[in-house]
C-alpha cells in the first residue's frame, strides 16, 4: 500500500472501533506505555479519573490536562469519552501558559503527572503511572459530536487560539491512520513531541490506544536520546518533527526495526529526509494538516517527490490558488462555505492526482510596496552552503505601516559573507534588514519556530 495516497473513509470502522475501545482494551495485559504501564492498568487509571471528575467537577466544567505522560493522557482521554467535562490540553505546561490557559477557559480541574504551578481554586488529580487501581473499567456511553478536546495553540503565529474537537473529530482520523498505515500489537512508538500538540497526541497516544501498540515512555529531543529510544526498545514506528530530523543528519546510525517514520509541524527539508532514509532505508512520510484542520494529505519523502497526496477522506478543490477542504476532521469553529468546504491560507498548485503547496498567504508580508514571500526567502537561505536552516519574519517599522524583515541562522557562515551570498540570491525588496546567527534557532514544544522568543533576540515584540 502505498502511504502517501492511501484509501478508504473511516465511516463505519470508526463507529465499530470506537465501540471496541470504550467496552475496554482488547489486549489487556499488553504494554501500552512499553515496559511501564499495561492496557489495562491505563482503563483502570481511568476509572480512577472518571470517580475524581464525577466527584470534584460540575458538568460542563473544562478540565485542564497538562500531562505529559502517555499513560495518563490516555486515561483522561478515555474518562471524559462521554463528553461531559471537556479536556483543555495547553500548547506548553509552564506555569505562565496554565494561567494564561485559565483565564481564558476557566477550566475547574486538572489532570497532572506531577507538580505543577496551578490556580489555587483548582481542583487537582495525579494519578500514578502503573498503579492497580481498585475498581475495573465499566464502559462508557460515548458522544461523538460533543466538545471533547480544546487544544491551545500559541507561539507559532503569536495569536493564541482555542480549537475544539470532537469525539468524532480525532477517532475518525486516528482510526484512519491506524488503518492505512497498519498500526497494530506488533508496533512500538516513539515521538519527539509531546502530547500536547495534535500531532503528538494522535500518533503518540490515539494511534496506540486504537491500534493496541506499545508507546515508549518519555520524549527523547537529543539526537543519541532520539536514535537509543528507538534501537534499546527496537521500535517500529518514529513520530518526530523536521527539526529533529535535521539534527538526526549524520548522526549515529539506526538498527534495523523502524519500518515508518513521521513528519508534521512545518515543512521537511528534502536532505534531511534524504539522509534519514540512506541511515535507515526508511523514507520520511511527511504530513500536512494543523490542529485545527486535522490531517489533510501526505507525502513519502523517498527521492525528489514535492507532491502531496490528499488523504481519500478529505474532499479538495483549488479555488483562486488556495486550496479548500471538506473534512470530518476539522474544527467547528473554521468558517465554510455553502458547501461544506474551508478555504485554508495556502497557496497550492495541482499536480497529478495531488497538490505541490506553493507558500501561504499569511507568510507573505508587502517591503517598500512588494509582496514578498518569507518562506521563500527562507528557503534560498537554507539552500546556501554552511547554513543548517534559517527563519525569516516580519516586524512593523516604527511609526508606519511598512515591515521590515528580519532572519536568524543556524550556520558557520559570518555575517558579512552571508549577506554577501543573500544579495547574489535575493532582491532588493527580499533582504532581511537585520541578522542574527545562533546556535540554535529557538523553537516551540511542537518542533515549530518559536515567534516570540525569535523577536526577543531583536528586542521586539512578535506579530
Not at 497526541?201 to 494511534?207: A, D, E, W
Request: glycine fraction near 10%.
Amino acid at each position: 500500500m502505498n502511504p502517501s495516497h492511501p484509501p478508504g473513509r473511516p465511516g463505519i470502522f470508526f463507529h465499530q472501533q470506537l465501540a471496541h475501545v470504550v467496552e475496554g482494551p482488547q489486549f489487556p495485559d499488553n504494554w501500552f506505555v512499553h515496559g511501564k504501564q499495561t492496557f489495562a492498568q491505563t482503563y483502570a487509571m481511568a476509572a480512577d479519573i472518571r470517580r475524581f471528575l464525577a466527584g470534584a467537577v460540575p458538568s460542563g466544567a473544562a478540565v485542564c490536562l497538562c500531562a505529559e505522560n502517555k499513560g495518563i493522557v490516555a486515561a483522561a482521554l478515555l474518562a471524559t469519552l462521554d463528553g461531559r467535562t471537556p479536556l483543555v490540553i495547553p500548547h506548553s505546561n509552564a506555569s505562565h501558559s496554565l494561567q494564561e490557559l485559565h483565564c481564558l477557559t476557566g477550566y475547574a480541574a486538572a489532570i497532572t503527572d506531577t507538580d505543577r504551578q496551578l490556580p489555587p481554586e483548582v481542583a487537582v488529580f495525579s494519578p500514578t503511572p502503573g498503579k492497580e487501581v481498585d475498581g475495573g473499567w465499566a464502559p462508557v456511553t460515548a458522544a461523538p459530536t460533543m466538545e471533547w478536546l480544546r487544544l491551545y495553540t500559541g507561539g507559532s503565529t503569536g495569536t493564541p487560539q482555542v480549537w475544539s474537537k470532537t469525539v468524532a473529530n480525532i477517532f475518525m482520523e486516528a482510526t484512519y491512520l491506524c488503518r492505512v498505515y497498519d498500526i497494530g500489537p506488533h508496533d512500538r512508538i516513539v515521538a519527539t513531541v509531546t502530547p500536547n500538540h495534535i500531532y503528538g497526541l494522535l500518533y503518540s497516544v490515539m494511534l496506540p490506544l486504537i491500534g493496541s501498540a506499545a508507546v515508549i515512555a518519555g520524549v527523547p529531543t537529543f539526537p543519541q536520546e532520539i536514535v537509543s529510544a528507538v534501537n534499546e526498545n527496537q521500535a517500529t514506528v518514529l513520530a518526530s518533527v523536521p527539526i529533529h530530523y535535521r539534527i538526526l543528519n549524520g548522526q549515529s546510525p539506526f538498527g534495523k526495526s523502524l519500518r515508518l517514520a513521521f513528519s508534521s509541524a512545518g515543512a521537511l527539508a528534502p536532505k534531511d529526509g534524504d539522509a534519514f532514509y540512506r541511515q535507515t532505508a526508511t523514507p520520511v512520510t511527511e504530513i500536512y494538516g494543523s490542529t485545527e484542520t486535522g490531517g489533510i494529505a501526505a507525502r513519502c519523502r523517498a527521492g525528489e517527490d514535492r507532491c502531496f497526496m490528499p488523504f481519500d477522506p478529505i474532499d479538495w478543490k483549488i479555488k483562486e490558488d488556495r486550496l479548500c477542504i471538506r473534512s470530518a476532521f476539522i474544527s467547528a469553529q473554521l468558517p465554510i462555505d455553502h458547501e461544506g468546504f474551508f478555504t485554508t491560507p495556502d497557496h497550492v498548485g495541482a499536480s497529478g492526482r495531488g497538490f505541490v503547496l506553493k507558500g501561504r498567504s499569511d507568510n507573505v508580508v508587502k517591503v517598500g510596496g512588494k509582496r514578498v514571500d518569507m518562506e521563500r526567502i527562507r528557503e534560498s537561505l537554507v539552500g546556501l552552503s554552511g547554513i543548517r536552516d534559517a527563519f525569516v519574519m516580519s516586524a512593523p517599522l516604527t511609526g508606519g505601516r511598512e515591515n521590515e524583515l528580519i532572519a536568524v541562522v543556524e550556520g558557520d557562515m559570518d555575517e558579512g559573507r552571508l549577506r554577501g551570498e543573500m544579495t547574489r540570491i535575493l532582491e532588493p525588496c527580499e533582504m532581511p534588514r537585520r541578522i542574527l546567527t545562533v546556535r540554535r534557532i529557538p523553537t516551540t514544544v511542537a518542533g515549530k519556530y518559536d515567534r516570540k522568543a525569535v523577536a526577543g533576540l531583536f528586542n521586539i515584540s512578535a506579530t
